[in-house]
């Protein structure tokens, strides 16, 4: 389903009825997935847990020539400020005119409380207009006007008339949802709904132009292979590097977004020819909508960690292309060089005992490639649960591997690490 329309998407406990609580065997956890016996699980003690804005906020830093206005009281973004230097240095290394991060709060207190903080957000975009000059001003709501009833969508309306840059309301308050991976669905809701979709501002006059065929011939064969691959912001620019060397290797073509992305580099997103994920719990908001709408084609299934996910994810993108046989010369090139370096590391690592904590993709991929490199996977720990990783986790071997599904709670840890003793 389609939630382009409504101003706000649903939180993952609805749209994907995700798991938060659980403890028992790997087998167990997929079992009671596919019966859709997970959903509503509760733990008797909670303890802390994640928030959607500050997961949000991880994203949204990262964009270049962007403001971020956090409508909230004072405390609310001040994680920004631990994130600063690595969105600056990371933007960089994508464009050397890169500005540092730029955030602004609009410090809501008692009297907005009591009275609105509306002309907050108003002061706060008219200033970071005046300021700064960015090509895009990105809303972050809170709870505090979430609950009191601030209206940042008619706020955003009014004021897209008075400013230049691009207005995009992104509504992520932490109190909707335990599933705090539901912010990566609100961060691409405001990217679709202000950055990609046609405004009344752009209009067509490439239309007026004299057409060049052959230059035209040349950008279509040109998008037709090309892929948007969706980064994360855990990722590194080493870790972007080594998958555009491989997807380049079948001279493929790459546009890199979200993370470290310019506000303008969604405009023609839904032009490539596919959309090729890292990591499904991230992006397939994002991917269905862009399927729906535009009939832009995705891969999912997989997430390139460890020698065993790389070549499936690797294969999928050339079987799109029909490029198979080149993939699988690719594969065979890296595995037998892989083989021989990592000799050495093998033989430091083999017998160690781990547990693995994370994403839930992330987790299992990463639980398979210690098993590649003869370490004992003693248990998995993941922040959430839905069905993008039954198929992995399914593949996995050790299907009796403890697994403990928990957001935040650093008691469940606590106890996991005493009973499990990993090295």
Request: a negative charge; glycine letters at 6%; aromatic letters at 8%.
């Amino acid at each position: 389903m389609d939630y382009i329309k409504e101003k706000t998407p649903p939180v993952r406990e609805n749209r994907l009825r995700a798991c938060n609580a659980y403890g028992g065997t790997g087998c167990h956890l997929v079992q009671e997935s596919k019966k859709g016996c997970l959903h509503g699980t509760r733990r008797a003690f909670a303890q802390a847990q994640g928030c959607q804005l500050n997961l949000s906020l991880s994203i949204l830093n990262s964009l270049r020539d962007a403001v971020i206005i956090v409508h909230a009281p004072i405390g609310c973004g001040g994680s920004s400020g631990s994130s600063a230097g690595i969105n600056k240095n990371f933007q960089k290394l994508r464009d050397s005119g890169a500005k540092a991060l730029r955030w602004i709060n609009t410090n809501l207190g008692d009297n907005e409380v009591v009275n609105g903080g509306e002309a907050n957000l108003r002061e706060a975009v008219l200033h970071a207009e005046k300021e700064f000059r960015p090509s895009a001003i990105i809303i972050v709501n809170s709870c505090v006007p979430a609950i009191i009833g601030d209206d940042i969508d008619s706020v955003v309306f009014q004021l897209q008339k008075e400013v230049r840059a691009r207005l995009v309301p992104i509504h992520c308050e932490g109190f909707k949802t335990k599933i705090p991976a539901s912010a990566y669905d609100s961060v691409y809701h405001g990217i679709l709904r202000n950055l990609i979709e046609p405004s009344e501002q752009q209009l067509p006059y490439k239309d007026l132009l004299i057409p060049d065929y052959l230059e035209e011939l040349k950008e279509k064969q040109r998008l037709s292979r090309t892929v948007n691959l969706l980064n994360t912001a855990s990722m590194s620019r080493a870790d972007e590097a080594e998958l555009t060397r491989l997807l380049r290797a079948l001279d493929l073509n790459l546009n890199i977004l979200p993370c470290y992305a310019h506000p303008d580099d969604f405009q023609r997103v839904n032009e490539a020819a596919l959309n090729v994920c890292i990591c499904a719990t991230h992006d397939d908001y994002f991917v269905e909508h862009l399927k729906e709408k535009y009939g832009t084609p995705y891969i999912l299934r997989s997430i390139p960690i460890g020698v065993k996910y790389t070549n499936q994810w690797i294969l999928d993108i050339a079987r799109f292309f029909e490029l198979e046989e080149a993939a699988q010369l690719l594969i065979e090139t890296e595995n037998k060089e892989l083989e021989q370096a990592i000799v050495p590391y093998r033989e430091v690592l083999k017998g160690k005992r781990v547990l693995i904590g994370g994403g839930e993709i992330r987790v299992v991929a990463t639980a398979e490639l210690f098993n590649y490199l003869g370490m004992e996977v003693a248990g998995l720990r993941v922040q959430h649960y839905d069905q993008f990783a039954d198929e992995l986790l399914n593949d996995f071997p050790d299907n009796e591997v403890l697994f403990n599904v928990a957001t935040g709670q650093p008691f469940e840890q606590a106890n996991l690490l005493e009973k499990l003793k990993p090295d």
